[in-house]
């Protein structure tokens, strides 16, 4: 099975929730995700709460500071059969030891990820690993993520093949595990700045 790369604009967004949430948003400019995939547009699937099986972050540079395992043991179609990937259980330890070493994602990572609900996961975390954060408001953190990825996914829709009604479809997801969150924790939950006009702003800097 082939394996194709196609470089994903991942633009600097701005931040929607309140100071505090994040210790060092955007320590790191983001420009543009690698993504692989061995089909040309990504397949469908709803969005649930967490990260789902089958997609990695390869490991294109040497990267030893970060815990990993082998891409073909989540991803069988990446190439080559030996590359590395950061270790899925992982995501936590990246999004803190990139930040501590000041290495960037992009000089590191690539996406590996065929489904709608992976490459949305995908992104998420890419916006984990570029706004460095104490973790301590997850609702607010998870929320800022949540937009970044659907403003990314937005940007992107045409190379990933993702009409205008599935990216709505996984607006309505993300707002849906957002509601949960805030409901888990006791708060109120504002849905307005994952509205779509609200996302879509975020690509402008409105």
Request: net charge negative; hydrophobic share 50%.
């Amino acid at each position: 099975m082939a394996c194709h790369l196609t470089q994903l604009e991942t633009p600097p967004v701005r931040r929607l929730v309140p100071d505090g949430v994040f210790d060092a948003f955007g320590w790191c400019t983001s420009e543009r995700l690698a993504w692989l995939h061995p089909t040309r547009g990504v397949l469908p699937a709803s969005v649930g709460m967490d990260n789902p099986a089958g997609f990695v972050f390869v490991m294109h540079a040497e990267c030893t500071f970060l815990p990993r395992e082998l891409a073909r043991l989540h991803a069988p179609w990446v190439e080559p059969e030996g590359a590395w990937a950061l270790a899925p259980w992982g995501i936590d330890d990246a999004t803190d030891g990139l930040w501590e070493a000041r290495v960037a994602p992009a000089s590191v990572l690539s996406l590996a990820a065929e489904r709608l609900d992976q490459v949305v996961w995908g992104l998420h975390d890419w916006a984990h690993f570029h706004a460095h954060g104490p973790f301590v408001e997850r609702a607010w953190t998870e929320l800022q993520c949540d937009a970044t990825a659907l403003a990314w996914l937005w940007a992107n829709r045409a190379v990933l093949g993702v009409s205008d009604e599935t990216w709505e479809g996984a607006r309505r997801d993300l707002e849906a595990l957002s509601a949960t969150r805030f409901a888990e924790e006791g708060k109120p939950f504002d849905p307005a700045p994952l509205a779509a006009a609200a996302v879509k702003a975020l690509l402008s800097g409105g």
